[in-house]
């Protein structure tokens, strides 16, 4: 297990994360599978769209179907059908996105779970025992971040307790060729983000994310305290920016040398009516759309565009008809992996920052959340 760097032009990097099931060609994007399952798709859908690696949740695989029970059924990606790379996410964000619901102290987490209200208590052993459990290619450490605005007092309050946990998740045995990722904090305040990114590139993880970022801050905001953390973070070792994954912000995360992404917005919008199109997105449901025998995006070759038309996938809406997700989600992730190939493969031959130019001005003005 290795990442080994091939090009880099600009702060744009690219690579490849070899995993214990598989080459992951970086910059990638990784389609967020939060319950062992990405929404409507199937794995071999995701194997024809490209996809290397993508994500599950330790909180919601946790409280069900249970990491014990994935465990005896052959682990994580026996149990779902994907034979490629998966990242579990640590449910830091999902734990403390609970609100009142939840109790913090040093040890860590006490929460009542969204599912039945039975109480519930994450830690970082805990937490990496369940991703041990479940078999994932990537480990997350368990993380508390900073809410927005939020206040300094709370914001290095939580960063020094992600630190402190890190070092306790650093300390467990992990999973035979399981890789662990650290996750730098440090809220919204730069010295506190700098800080971060220092102490977390002192301890062994094999690589790292920033975390506790797009959280309702401003989109200048969010991309200047990530430049001021993969300026610090180890250069050998991926990167990886969490929960992020719009069109521009994929542009704007690989232009300062992220090498991993994800987000839920591809199939979180496709089931809204909503698709992708060059430069922004439509809404299917939209009246204007009921006679137009265009593909979803004149541009795009996926399976949804090769072969149905907006008037079609429009009734399917309508109609309340399951295959409408389906076709959506097929085309707004072909979408998303197209952009990272395009800027994957422009780093290194002198053409990255033409390249990714043209695309920003494509999507800068995308209305897009």
Known sequence: MSFTLQAQEGGARKGVLRTAHGEVQTPAFMPVGTQGSVKA?????????????????????????????????????????????ILTDSGGFQVFSLDHLVTVADEGATFRSHL???????TPESVMAVQRALG?????????????????????????????WAERCLAQEAAPGQLRFGIAQGGFDPELREESARALSAMAFDGFAVGGLSLGEP??????LLQLQTAILPAD???YLMGVGTPIDLIEAVSRGVDLCDCVLPTRIARNGSVLVRG???????????????????????????GFSRAYVRH???????????????????????????LRDAIGGGRFLEVAAALRAEWESAPLP
Do not use: K
């Open 237 to 239: 070792r991926p990167r």
């Open 219 to 224: 989109r200048a905001t969010t991309y200047r």
């Open 280 to 306: 922004g997105r439509i809404n299917l449901r939209n009246a204007r759309f009921v006679e137009d025998g265009g593909p979803l995006d004149a541009g795009c070759d996926c399976y949804a565009c090769r």
């Open 116 to 122: 039945d209200g039975s109480p519930q208590r994450f």
């Open 41 to 85: 798709l199937s794995p071999d859908e995701l194997r024809d769209l490209g996809v290397g690696i993508l994500l599950g949740n330790t909180y919601h695989l946790a409280l069900r179907p249970g990491a014990e029970r994935i465990a005896r059924l052959g682990g994580l990606h026996r149990f779902m059908g994907w034979g490629s790379s």
């Open 316 to 342: 399917l809406f309508m109609a309340g008809e399951i295959l409408a997700h389906r076709l959506a989600s097929i085309h707004n992730l072909a979408v998303l992996l197209r952009l990272t190939r395009t």
């Open 136 to 164: 994932s290619d990537v480990a997350m450490a368990f993380d508390q971040p900073a809410p927005w605005p939020g206040d300094l007092r709370g914001a290095r309050a939580a960063m020094e307790r992600t630190h402190h």
